[in-house]
């Protein structure tokens, strides 16, 4: 059983990092609300992602897309450089797969050999992106995937896709790391060429130990228990990465806790439970939402915000108690002790902890909206930049 010092120290050493494309734009594939004082380039985006620092401490990380976070002629050290001014770091670094038209039948799995070799190239250019920028981790997902049957092969896609991320491994350096993004469906329906977490896990099996999973919580099929994916990857050392968010449907990139806010909980109680065991949970932690219809920088503090809750009430379970309920095979018990550490208010500890971190508020959302920096940015961007995708 964790102590009230040591419950505050978990909380205060997690690092959530900040997606640059959720500030910014966004909307779905029916069309774009433009909300006012929106980022409009990779500055804004680094003021921002400052701004919701400065309300959380939680957050000096700013997670990279090889394809936004440029300056306009093309070069990355900047960005590490402005964003080191403004106190934060840049985190994983994600490379594009996605939008090109030679990405037609995918890219490290298409069946074009130009196609494959053009990705290779562009995911080993962006370990070099990765390298002026900072960033120690990238980011794979793969928007590879059939339409229909008898389109592809699909053991020779399975294949590609080896010798495509073996590329891009081996290009790592040594204190480098990749995580590799599994996805169910979309934007292809019959088959994706990661669609779930063994096959992330088989590919990162097959490279090497700086290759992990990367879970994010929109790409499930309706069921799947996550929590239970966790505890598996984690008790063989292969959770590198989350992509928090939410969803209801599909890949909805909502708000982190809004809609299955126990099924957040229940995932920290593996990950401490699992720390509690001695196993590795350094993991990285990243948003990845899409923030359509709410201020994006709200968005994103109430997601952290959810965060910080589901792991507080993850570490204050009574896991004595719960230890001894299970050795009685006491099923209701058990349950009981966690629903009941699910149901206590753990704002007054979160409060504690802000305060003990230097923070100004207790409450991150209200120090934001009461700080003038949504009327000083609408002030001065006018309707905002686009980003036209979500996560
Ligand atoms: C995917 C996935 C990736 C994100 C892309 C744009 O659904 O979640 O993380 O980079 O969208
Ligand atoms: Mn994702
Ligand atoms: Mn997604």
Sequence with gaps: MCTTDEIKQQLKSMVIELPSWAVGNSGTRYGTFKDAGAARNIW??????????????????MASHVLWDVTDDGQYAPVREYAEAKGMKIGTFHPNTFAGQEYRYGSICSPIESVRQKTIDHLVECVWKAREMG??????????????????????????????LKALYDALDDDMSMVLEYKPFEPFFYTTDL??????????????DKAKVLVDLGHHLAGVNIEQIVTNLLDEGKLGAFHFNNRRYAD?????????????FL?????????????????TYMLDQSHNIEPSIEGIIYSVMNIQTAYAKALIIDREAL???QEA????????????????????LLGEVRLEMGLVDTDPLMNYRDSGYAKRIIEERKEGGMNTLGG
């Design 323 to 325: 230890a001894k309920a």
């Design 135 to 164: 960033s120690k981790v990238i980011g794979m997902w793969l928007a590879d995937g059939t339409n229909y049957p008898g389109q592809d092969s699909l053991i020779k896609r399975k294949h590609r896709l080896y010798e495509g």
């Design 252 to 264: 909805d990139d909502l708000i982190t806790g809004t809609v299955k806010p126990l099924e957040t």
């Design 195 to 208: 669609p779930d977490w063994g096959a992330s896990k088989l590919m990162c099996d097959k490279l090497g």
């Design 44 to 61: 804004d985006k680094i003021d921002d992602c400052a701004e919701i620092q400065r309300v959380l401490g939680i957050c000096p990380v």
């Design 267 to 283: 995932i920290f109680k593996e990950i401490v439970d699992a720390g509690l065991e001695g196993l590795d949970t350094n993991i």
């Design 329 to 348: 095979n006491d099923v209701i018990l058990s349950n009981k002790i966690v629903m009941d550490a699910f149901n206590t208010d753990v704002e007054p």
